[in-house]
C-alpha cells in the first residue's frame, strides 16, 4: 500500500468555485502538498467579493448543535490562519470588537438572556447610556437603541482576505483555470469535470463549492439537495455634513439587522443579507438606510457612491451549510447563506480530514 504522503504528492484535487469556500479549501489542501486546480468562469467576480467580513461567532445565540460547532471550531481555528496568512500580507487582521444593536425590547430581552445564561466575560450588556454607543447614539439622533458587544468577535476585510489567499495559492502554484463546469463523471476511479467548451480535466477528488451551481453538477436522485438563492447587497454612502464624524463611531456595528461600517470621516458602508432573488431591489438606498424609526438628516441627503451585491445559497430542508461526501471522491461544500467567512476554516479542516480518510 502505498504511504498517505505518497498519495497526497500525487492527487490531484479539483475545486469548482473560487470564493471563500473554494480558495480556503485550496489553502487548507496544498499546504498538506496537494496538487489543486481551481475552475470557475468568474475567477475575480463572485458572491465572496460582496461580503462585508463581520464574523459573529461569539455572539451566536444558539450554543448547541452543529452550527455552533462549526463556529466553535472556526472561532478557534482563525487567529492560527491570520497569523498565517500575515506572511503574505502583514496589514490582514480581525478588528474587533464587534456590536450588535436593537431597538426591539423583545429582542433585547433575548441577548439579556442570553449574555446572563452564558457568562462569557467577552460578552457584555450594552444599556441606553453604555459608553460603547454614546457615539453612535448621538450621530444617530436617537436615545432607543441598546443592544450587546463582542470583545472577541469582529471584522476581516473581505476583499484584502481574498486578496492574501490569491497571493498564497500563488506561491503554492495552485492552478487557476477560467471555464465553466457543465458535467462530473467518475471514470476508471478518476473524476472527469467537463467545461462547456468541452475540455475534460481528471482528477482523484472534486469539491464543489460553486454555490448554487452545485447541485447541477450532482445526482439529484441519489442526493436531493435543494438551494435557494439569498441576495447580500450593499453600499458605500458619501456624508457632505462638517458636523458628522464617523470615525468617532465603533469601527463596526449592527442595528437592527443592518451591517454598517464607517470607512472615514464622511465616508460609511452599509449592508445586509436578507433577499430572497437572485436580482436586487431598486430602491437601495431607502432599503439600507432603513432601520430606525427616523433617519438622521445628514444620512438621508448621503449619496450613494458605490454599491454592489452577491449571491449566496441557503438550503432548504435542511441545516446551513451543506457539506457532505456524496460519492467516493466527490464533497459539497456550499449553502453557508451568509457565514462563508467565518466558517470557511472549519469547513476546510473538515473537508481535509475527510480526503486523508478516502485516500489512506
Not at 457565514?339 to 478516502?358: D, F, H, Q, T
Request: charged share 25%.
Amino acid at each position: 500500500m502505498k504511504s498517505l504522503k505518497e498519495n497526497f504528492q500525487k492527487a490531484h484535487i479539483v475545486i469548482i468555485g473560487s470564493g471563500i469556500i473554494g480558495k480556503f479549501n485550496a489553502l487548507e489542501l496544498s499546504e498538506l502538498g496537494f496538487q489543486i486546480t481551481i475552475i470557475d468562469p468568474n475567477l475575480l467576480q463572485n458572491s465572496s467579493n460582496a461580503a462585508l467580513g463581520l464574523l459573529m461567532g461569539n455572539m451566536y445565540q444558539k450554543r448547541r448543535g452543529r452550527s455552533w460547532d462549526l463556529r466553535k471550531q472556526s472561532i478557534e481555528l482563525w487567529p492560527q490562519w491570520i497569523t498565517f496568512l500575515q506572511k503574505f500580507n502583514y496589514e490582514l487582521n480581525i478588528e474587533k470588537p464587534l456590536i450588535q444593536l436593537t431597538t426591539n425590547e423583545e429582542k433585547f430581552k433575548k441577548l439579556e438572556e442570553f449574555i446572563c445564561k452564558n457568562n462569557d466575560p467577552n460578552l457584555r450588556i450594552l444599556e441606553r447610556d453604555s459608553i460603547f454607543i454614546k457615539n453612535i447614539n448621538k450621530a444617530f439622533q436617537t436615545k432607543n437603541i441598546k443592544g450587546m458587544i463582542s470583545f472577541n468577535d469582529g471584522r476581516i476585510n473581505a476583499l484584502s482576505l481574498l486578496e492574501t489567499l490569491d497571493k498564497y495559492l500563488k506561491h503554492k502554484k495552485v492552478n487557476f483555470l477560467r471555464g465553466e463546469i457543465i458535467k462530473i463523471r467518475k471514470s476508471n476511479n478518476q473524476w472527469i469535470s467537463t467545461t462547456r467548451n468541452n475540455e475534460n480535466i481528471k482528477s482523484e477528488m472534486v469539491i464543489l463549492c460553486n454555490s448554487l451551481n452545485a447541485i447541477d453538477l450532482i445526482d439529484n436522485l441519489s442526493h436531493n439537495i435543494k438551494l435557494k438563492p439569498v441576495l447580500g447587497q450593499a453600499m458605500e454612502i458619501d456624508i457632505n455634513d462638517t458636523e458628522i464624524d464617523l470615525l468617532s463611531l465603533p469601527k463596526q456595528f449592527n442595528i437592527n439587522g443592518k451591517n454598517i461600517i464607517p470607512k472615514s470621516k464622511n465616508k460609511l458602508i452599509i449592508g445586509s443579507t436578507d433577499e430572497y432573488n437572485t436580482i436586487p431591489e431598486e430602491n437601495t438606498f431607502e432599503k439600507l438606510t432603513n432601520f430606525l424609526d427616523k433617519k438622521p438628516n445628514w444620512l438621508m441627503k448621503g449619496k450613494i457612491s458605490k454599491k454592489w451585491f452577491g449571491i449566496r445559497s441557503r438550503p432548504v430542508g435542511e441545516p446551513s451549510p451543506i457539506m457532505k461526501n456524496l460519492e467516493d471522491g466527490q464533497i459539497i461544500c456550499t449553502g453557508f447563506y451568509k457565514n462563508g467567512i467565518l466558517l470557511a476554516p472549519a469547513c476546510s479542516k473538515w473537508v481535509a480530514n475527510e480526503i486523508k480518510n478516502y485516500l489512506y
